[in-house]
Every structure is written in structure tokens, then in C-alpha cells.
């Protein structure tokens, strides 16, 4: 159970652990599962992203796609479903696909399809992290990639032209963000006080949504109207990525919980707060996390670009 | 199950008539609608809806399973349609292309095959083999199942949308006949969906075909589940 596991994927930025959706899915799991995980952030060394990433190395063996390697996790015991019922368990995959058919398209598009995100934003973090001359290539491939699986999956008549497609999937998105929230309620997470696969899902499509800047933010801004889904996303940030002690969440999340109430309160007022926040959070004296170190030294370098944007 | 007389038709230019190229598709009066989504919002505009008794949650779970059974029975059955070869060469082409006369049977069809493969190849399916289309079908089937349970309807007492779409796809993965019978056996696997398909068969459609003046197409594309 202790061979040690590499996971290779995206690094991370305006206060996230990762900027892609599926690195970030399987870190929160790992996290919420206590899995001893070795994060190396795809960057300008010449190891550079073949075929999927993310991608898990575990001796000998390699496994690419969210779903193999959370797949692998639970076979390794890190299971984060213990607790579930057969029901809850089928809950879980209705709502994963949801999230895919619904908020997908429209986070694809937000990130690599909207031409002033991607010029701006998108291609320059990515094209920074990827060795010279891949990084003239990959991000054209990768965005060319995303506006054909949303043409494919979404584009057909009575849809003709792109403009059409991008209303629909916006549409969708926004009504699944509506549903995730209700489905959420008042709770801390989908299914009562431990985060489960469907929470590390949800947060791996929301918290890009929610934390990157774009110039173009119309899902952020209609995320931003959900206040539970905003204090879901942040719980997870605080409570996981930034005062684990050992890797094994619970025990770092008892001595979170006086600090998680103040938290809350301060959640619900207007969003630059929440911004703040963060910042204010990061600075404060705490717990280290070992693993993240190289991955907060390499964010705190762009960190000071996307503050200027934000201030007035 | 809204009770809403319909005829069915079969017709072989039934894509190219659909507004969306889809089937099927309803004519009513003057207006077209094609598709599971637009005609269930067309028929609530109309006054009659299923999941009018369902508070906000089990709509969203509603709308969630929908999803679910869309992203993973419907892709796997036009995997299993299109891009297994050996299912293609003798079911799928032969069928697709039975209208038309030669050359254009052909042409249709490899048409259609490439248009799915591409999508395939875009959501990432085109590197799963059939096993593994297969383990994907089961963990749907086992998934509803769970949801099921032992009550009558998904959302108990009153059938709903998703009754309906996943009686559409099981009743069809049950009844038709394929070069092995690996996808009807996983379903078979659980008998409460066995029991559910059988349930709204007799309650839907062996009541209704005695009053219908149906084709003759309708009544042999009925292919009775009690075998």
C-alpha cells in the first residue's frame, strides 16, 4: 500500500491547487481519501505531457483518464465512497454525467473556445509551461481539440452557427450549476460531512470556473449568485489544500473548524471579499502543506500578475 | 403515459424530415418537434407533464439519471452500433441501408459510421474496446438498478420523463438482435429492470395496440419481452 505514486498533471494558479478540471478532480479525491500522492506539475522541463494528462505512475504501472485512476485509488483502499449507499452510489455516476454532458462543454469553452479568455489568459499559462517549440503547437491543438468536441456533441441543426451553440451550452451550464446548488442545499458536501467522489468532481469542474480570471466571465458570474456553491469550493480549498498536516484530511480538519465558521460568515458577503480572503488566509501562520511547497513557490511567482488585474 | 393519442409511422426519410435530423420527432397541427427534450417542454406547454409532483431535488436527480443514461447507454449502443466491426458488416449496414437501392445504400451508411465515429473519437470512446463498453453498460445497469429498487416507478408511484427514456433504451437493448447477446445480458443481470421493462410494456403498449388501428409496421416491430 505504500508504493510511492506520482501524479503528473497541470499546475495552478490564482489560489488552485491546478487549472485543469481532471488534475484537479484527482487531487481533491486523493486528498479526501488520504491517498500519499507526489504532485509533479507539468512545467518547462523537457518531461513534457504525453497523450492525457493527468497521468498516475505507480511502479510500473501508468493510468491516464480521472475515472481509471480514481478507479486504481479505491483498489489501492484510498476510497473516499466507504460510507455510501448502493444509492448514493448511483447518485453519484447520474450526477458525474450530468456534470459532463451539461458543464463541460461550457467550461471548455470559456477556457479554450472564447477567443478573447484564450488569447489573453488561456494560451499565454499554458504555452509558460510547456518547452519551447511544443508550446507554439499544443495549446492550437488543445483548443482546436475542445471546439470540435463541442461541435460534435453539441452542435448539430437545429444549431447552425457557432453563436447559436454557445447560447445553448451556456444555457445548460447555467441551469446545471442551478441544480448542483439545489442538489447541495445547505450541506457541507453532496452527501453530509465527508467529501466523496461527486464532491471531488463538482470541485474540479466549479473551482476553475470560480477562480480564474477571464475578461469573459458570464459562468463565473452566474456561479457567483450561488453562494453555497461558493463556500463549497472554498471549504474544499481551505480545509484540504492548504492545512492538511499529513495528507490525511480529517485529522487537519478538527483543528480547521474554528477558523472554517469565521470563513463562512465572511463567505457571504460580496465576492471581492472572498478574494481577499484567500490572500489574507495564505499569509496567516499555519500548517505547511509538504507536498504543495513546490507548487506554492512556483504560483507565488505569477501570483502578483493576476492581483494587478484585479485591482481598480 | 400522459395518455395523449399518437399514431406512430415509419417512415425512411423519418432523419431528414426531423427539424434537428434526429428521430423521432412528432408532427402536431402545423408544428414539428423532434427529439426527447424539446417534446417533453412542448408537451408541458401544452398542460400535461409527469414531474409536476416532484419537488427540486428529485428534479435535479431526474434530470441527472436523464444524463446519465444519454451519456452512457445511448454511446454505447451507437458504439456497438457503428464501430464494432463485426455487428456493422452484418446488422448495421445491411439495416441502415435496406431502403435505398444499391449504391446509395452504401453510401448512406458509411456516411453515417464516419459522422459517428468522429464522435466518438471526440469524447474519447474510439480508444475503448468492447469490454470495456461493455463493464461501462453494466455499471449503468447497475446504477439504475440501485436507484430502482423495488418500487414500481423511479420516483415511485408515478412513472416520470425518465421512466420513460430508460424504458425506450433497455426495452430496445433487450429485444433486438445482435451478433452476441453480451449487451442484452447485462441487463438482464438485474431483475428489477427486467421486471420494470415488462411492467410498463403490459401497462403501456399491450392495451393500447388492441385500439389502434396501427401499420403493420407497428405491430411487428412490437416484439413482445415475454418470450
Known sequence: MAAPMELSCWGGDWGLPS?????????????????????????????????????LISEDTVISQPAKILNFLRKQKYNADYELSAKQGADTLAYIALLEEKLLPALLHTFWVEAENYCSVTKPWFASRIPFPLSLYLPGKMSREALNRILLTKGGPPLYSLT????????????????????????????????????????????PVYKVCFPRVQLQEHLKQLPNLCRFCDDILTCYFRLTVSGHSPSGQDTADANLQKLTQLVNKESNLIEKMDDN??????????????????????ESSPLNRLSP | MCNLPVRVVCRANAEYMSPSGKVPFIHVGNQVVSELGPIVQFVKAKGHSLSD??????????????????????TAELYLQWCDDVTVEEITHPRYGSPY??????????????EIRRKMKAIGWAGKSLEQVLEDVDQCC?????????????????????????????????TTQLTTDELSEKVKNYGNLTAFCRRIEQQYFEGHDKDNSGTAAARSAKRSLLR
Open chain 1, 164 to 207: 447559436e451553440v454557445e447560447a445553448q451550452i451556456y444555457r445548460d451550464a447555467k441551469e446545471c450549476l442551478n441544480l448542483l446548488s439545489k442538489r447541495l442545499g445547505t450541506s457541507q458536501f453532496f452527501f453530509g460531512n465527508t467529501p466523496t467522489t461527486l464532491d471531488a468532481f463538482v470541485f474540479g469542474f466549479l473551482a
Open chain 2, 53 to 74: 409532483g416532484l419537488d427540486e431535488v428529485q428534479k435535479a436527480e431526474m434530470k441527472a439519471y436523464m444524463e446519465l443514461v444519454n451519456n452512457m447507454l445511448l
Open chain 1, 281 to 302: 488566509l495564505r499569509k496567516s501562520p499555519q500548517h505547511p502543506p509538504r507536498k504543495l511547497t513546490t507548487l506554492k513557490l512556483a504560483a507565488g511567482g505569477e
Open chain 2, 101 to 114: 437501392p444499391w449504391p446509395l445504400n452504401r453510401i448512406l451508411a458509411y456516411q453515417k459510421q464516419w
Open chain 2, 142 to 174: 447497475q446504477a439504475l438498478s440501485q436507484r430502482l429498487g423495488t418500487q414500481p416507478y423511479f420516483f415511485n408511484k408515478q412513472p416520470t420523463e425518465l421512466d420513460a427514456l430508460v424504458f425506450g433504451h433497455l426495452f430496445t437493448i433487450l
Open chain 1, 19 to 55: 487549472l485543469h478540471p481532471e488534475s484537479l478532480t484527482v487531487m481533491a479525491y486523493a486528498k479526501f481519501s488520504g491517498a500519499p500522492l507526489t504532485v509533479n506539475t507539468i512545467n518547462n522541463s523537457w518531461r513534457t505531457p504525453k497523450g492525457d494528462v493527468p497521468v
